[in-house]
């Protein structure tokens, strides 16, 4: 997949560096054009100088072929300008900010721009965002057989309860991560847009869960 990038300091070249060597097509955005140093000598990316929310450089990126744009930049109001550029001008399915202040973070979650605020920042949680279909292991059991992953959800699934979906894939929701904070959900808790799923599961029965929840709901008793 295509995945745009905008601004190459340390977060932004760590995550285009692990998802080039992943074999992602990757295009990097960056006013100075000296930040690019930061990238693998071996990167097969592109590389390109100017600013990130200018519709020219990002179509110049690739931006209106991407599966998902990071804007990683140090200015938050660059950030989220850009991340809603390529949200809804080039409709781009998968977008995340980074935000320094915390505080906006909320804001711009409800404006539909999934952000990692200053506390989250790492490859990662960024990681987690752009490609929110993979399985993220974070524990398992002395046996092996028990563990605890995060899940990416089909966007059909936001509005559904908590409860419903843990029963219509027999898997227990440990917690969620929402606006960067981890929730205890209660049975009547319902999934809002950009939630992440911790979900506690049989190691046997992983990819079965992983499929059910990467396609849209089948009938759910609510």
Not at 5 to 17: D, F, T, Y
Not at 168 to 182: D, H, K, L, P, Q
Request: charged share 25%; hydrophobic share 40%; glycine share 8%.
């Amino acid at each position: 997949m295509h995945i745009v990038i905008m601004g190459c300091g340390r977060v932004g070249a760590s995550l285009a560096n692990r998802l080039d060597v992943e074999g992602h097509s990757i295009a990097i955005i960056d006013r100075d054009q000296a930040a690019f140093r930061r990238l693998r000598t071996d990167f097969s990316g592109k590389t390109i100088t100017g600013v990130g929310f200018d519709r020219d450089r990002l179509r110049e990126a690739g931006i209106e072929d991407a599966h998902a744009f990071a804007a990683v930049s140090s200015g938050d109001n660059s950030n989220i300008l850009a991340a809603r550029v390529a949200r809804e001008n080039f409709d781009v399915e998968n977008v995340v900010a980074r935000i320094y202040d915390p505080k906006r973070a909320e804001i711009y979650e409800r404006l539909g721009i999934p952000t990692v605020a200053t506390v989250a920042w790492s490859t990662g949680q960024m990681l987690r965002r752009l490609l929110p279909g993979n399985v993220w292991e974070e524990w398992r059991d002395p046996s092996g057989s028990v563990i605890l992953s995060q899940i990416g959800v089909h966007p059909d699934w936001v509005g559904h309860r908590i409860r419903s979906i843990g029963e219509s894939t027999n898997t227990r929701i440990a917690f969620v991560t929402r606006y960067g904070e981890g929730l205890l959900p209660e049975p009547d808790t319902v999934l809002q847009d950009g939630d992440l799923l911790h979900v506690v599961l049989r190691l046997d029965k992983q990819d079965e869960v992983v499929e059910a929840l990467n396609q849209p709901p089948r009938e759910v008793n609510e």
